[in-house]
């Protein structure tokens, strides 16, 4: 965590982790800390209200979600005891070059906090939007700066991009970070799957980069779920091919549903017309 305070990764939290890796136990006077504190993670809400925030302006935010889900599991210390006593642990993988797991880690970590920025940014706009607030995000990225937890290196780079392009939809489009997290697709992969092969949660990577892989693709199997929804509770759904909104009587115990426009009623669909891709 120093060496990796000293470059890309650089930030508060990399910062504090490295001291606190180090410290000695002066309890006992063996070993370190960090290994006698109880793994239940504590909550102020915070997280809580954000992901609450994130559903109810339709703004996806998998990389926090999962660190809120990773807090609460972790509060199932008692369960969690139990379970471990009758679910399996895979065999972990042989031959893993250790320096190669650091070196990917560290690439999947600066992605995944770039996915992270993406997706509060995401958050502040629609409220923004929807409230009338005007906050300009490059500003917000220069106030992080001073003395907030969320602090880092990267957040100069974020308000630059920002500057350059306010109407820049996501941070994953700007040219600069696109470069790099393509660069280091392949290490995010390879350490998550590394991860998942030997029974390690690692959610907020794991959430960053369906994230990513998602927000990617210009097609996605979205099809299927809103041809579902038109099944069971006929919701319609839109074509590829023309406009308007559209039912299908999938069997013939389906009926004619009349005026399909008029099923879409309090349905709030995101759409990015605003802003520059």
């Known amino acids: 965590f ?162 350059e392009r306010p109407t820049l939809a996501s941070l994953l489009v700007d040219k600069d970070f696109a470069g790099e997290l393509n660069e280091r697709s392949t290490a995010w992969r390879r350490v998550v799957a590394l991860c998942v092969t030997s029974g390690i949660s690692i959610p907020s990577l794991c959430g960053s980069l369906s994230y990513f892989d998602t927000y990617r693709r210009g097609r996605l199997p979205a099809n299927l779920t809103q041809a579902q929804r038109d099944f069971f509770g006929g919701h319609t759904y839109e074509r590829v091919d023309k406009e308007g909104r559209f039912h299908t009587a999938w069997t013939d115990s389906h009926k004619d549903i009349g005026d399909a426009n008029q099923r879409t009623a309090g349905e709030k669909l995101q759409t990015l017309s605003s802003f520059n891709p």
Do not use: H
């Open 2 to 163: 120093d060496e990796w305070n000293k470059g890309e990764l650089s930030s508060y939290l990399i910062e504090i982790t490295a001291k606190i890796l180090r410290k000695k136990d002066d309890e006992t006077g063996e070993g370190y800390v960090v290994d006698y504190i109880l793994d239940k993670t504590g909550m102020k809400g915070t997280g809580k209200w954000t992901i609450q925030e994130a559903a109810d302006k339709g703004v996806a935010a998998p990389t926090m979600a999962a660190a809120l889900d990773a807090r609460m599991l972790s509060s199932r210390k008692e369960e969690r005891l139990e379970a471990e006593k009758v679910l399996a642990s895979p065999e972990p993988p042989s031959g893993v070059d250790k320096q190669q797991v650091v070196d990917d880690l560290r690439a999947a970590l600066y992605a995944s906090k770039v996915c992270s920025y993406a997706q509060g940014l995401g958050l502040i706009r629609a409220a923004s939007e929807e409230y009338e607030w005007g906050v300009d995000l490059g500003e917000c990225a220069r106030l992080w700066t001073g003395g907030c937890i969320i602090r880092a290196k990267v957040l100069d780079r974020i308000q630059k991009a920002f500057k």
